[in-house]
């Protein structure tokens, strides 16, 4: 696709939003959405060989066959700075967990610190994203995961509401340090946080260095970046990523003005939606699709303006020189080899900039790295539960999570 009709197509989106008609609306989301992921003939190859009905069942179908996300721990409420009421949850620490089957000794400490483990999702998604690792680790070790402002539980951003301030990756950090004041007042902490999750734990060391230095035992950064987002080509073409470099903020604010309409016509172009939400998210071919429905729901469910007024704050992000405040901690850096949203490049700065890091690269991943290989994030992360001492004594962590298209959920 040129670059003068990456430009034609975004426009019209954007003309349509603002038009006020919902089917229009939603096939301006598509056409983004086609812009972006570059999968449209596919898309439109599957809509003309499956029925409309028969991909409805199918979705019915996995919905209840997955039970990803499903687990739920103890409820509890922050307050952010401006006032945006932030939901998290957390699993405590069983003193004498059982050993269950294929389960792994890991670690054999008589008289563990009493770690918690604070998990931060990405963009578009909420504190499910980490199912598979809250899986294995719960009755571990205590762990808190929380919904970032207007994604999941949690509330719209107050700010945003109130006069329309847009997002930073900064008032995230303190959104963070909010639910960390509230549900691990005391004790050592583990931050790990997935793309825009590990953008706000960057942000945290960047505004409350002291807690890092005082608190912070572990760190883990799964698929993020410490800047220079705005040069990632998503796999396009050079003329077509500066093509919607230039357009896609407006395109967005438009569409964003039209939330109720345009959440119509995603509805409606559900389908399209779908085969641009997996090219971006999985890069192999075995992936369970209740997964790809998991994450689909996950997504789906960021309403539009949502998407809208966060987008503007990669682009501005750098927090490159908050990275030293982790240089004398245990560090795991890891990232998906394909993926097309944080290039794994980006990791491989971060662990340029912290020598003593663990860098890994999985091969055949993709953004939601977690998902498509939860078996490799678990097991280094579990690894870097044991170098913070962070395992009790004879504990294991299961071997859950396998994510090909012939494994069984749990």
């Known amino acids: 696709m040129s670059e003068s009709s990456v430009e034609a197509v975004v426009?019209?989106?954007?003309?349509?939003?603002?038009?006020?008609?919902?089917?229009?609306?939603?096939?301006?989301?598509?056409?983004?959405?086609?812009?972006?992921?570059?999968?449209?003939?596919?898309?439109?190859?599957?809509?003309?060989?499956?029925?409309?009905?028969?991909?409805?069942?199918?979705?019915?179908?996995?919905?209840s066959a997955g039970p990803y996300g499903a687990l739920r721990g103890t409820p509890g409420k922050a307050f952010a700075e401006d006032g945006t009421e932030l939901y998290?949850?957390?699993?405590?620490a069983e003193p004498e967990a059982p050993l269950g089957p294929?389960?792994?000794?890991?670690?054999?400490?008589?008289?563990?610190?009493?770690?918690?483990?604070?998990?931060?999702?990405?963009?578009?998604?909420?504190?499910?994203?980490?199912?598979?690792?809250?899986?294995a680790l719960r009755g571990v070790v205590r762990t808190v995961h929380w919904d970032q402002r207007s994604h999941g539980r949690s509330g719209r951003g107050a700010a945003q509401l109130k006069d329309g301030t847009p997002v930073t990756i900064d008032q995230l950090g303190g959104d963070l340090k909010a639910v960390i004041d509230a549900a691990v007042p005391e004790g050592p902490i583990v931050l790990a946080g997935h793309s825009m999750g590990g953008m706000t734990v960057m942000a945290l060391a960047d505004r409350f260095p002291e807690l890092i230095r005082e608190r912070v035992v572990a760190v883990a950064l799964v698929g993020t970046s410490s800047g220079r987002l705005g040069e990632v080509n998503f796999g396009l073409p050079v003329a077509g990523v500066n093509a919607v470099r230039r357009v896609l903020p407006g395109v967005l604010k438009a569409l964003g003005q039209q939330a109720a309409l345009v959440e119509r016509g995603r509805r409606a172009t559900a389908d399209l939606f779908a085969g641009v939400?997996?090219?971006?998210?999985?890069?192999?071919?075995?992936?369970?699709?209740?997964?790809?429905r998991f994450a689909e729901r996950m997504i789906e469910g960021t309403p539009i303006d949502v998407v809208a007024e966060f987008y503007p704050a990669f682009t501005d992000h750098d927090k490159t020189a908050a990275l030293a405040h982790f240089a004398e901690l245990p560090v795991l850096v890891l990232a998906g080899v394909k993926d097309l949203v944080t290039p794994s490049e980006h990791s491989e700065a971060i662990a340029d900039l912290l020598p003593d890091a663990e860098l890994v690269l999985v091969p055949d991943a993709g953004h939601l790295v977690m998902l498509e290989h939860p078996e490799v994030v678990t097991d280094r992360l579990a690894d870097l539960l044991v170098r913070a001492g962070a395992v009790p004594a004879g504990a294991t962590v299961g071997g859950y999570g396998s994510t090909s298209s012939s494994a069984q959920p749990g």
């Open 11 to 63: 426009s019209a989106a954007s003309a349509a939003a603002s038009a006020g008609n919902w089917r229009r609306a939603g096939v301006a989301g598509a056409a983004i959405g086609v812009v972006a992921a570059g999968a449209a003939a596919g898309v439109a190859i599957e809509r003309l060989t499956v029925g409309r009905g028969m991909r409805r069942k199918a979705r019915l179908a996995l919905d």
């Open 88 to 92: 998290y949850e957390v699993d405590e």
């Open 102 to 135: 294929r389960r792994r000794r890991l670690f054999g400490r008589k008289a563990p610190a009493p770690v918690t483990v604070v998990f931060s999702h990405g963009y578009c998604l909420n504190q499910d994203s980490w199912h598979f690792q809250r899986a």
């Open 277 to 292: 939400i997996k090219r971006y998210s999985f890069a192999g071919r075995d992936v369970d699709p209740a997964i790809e």
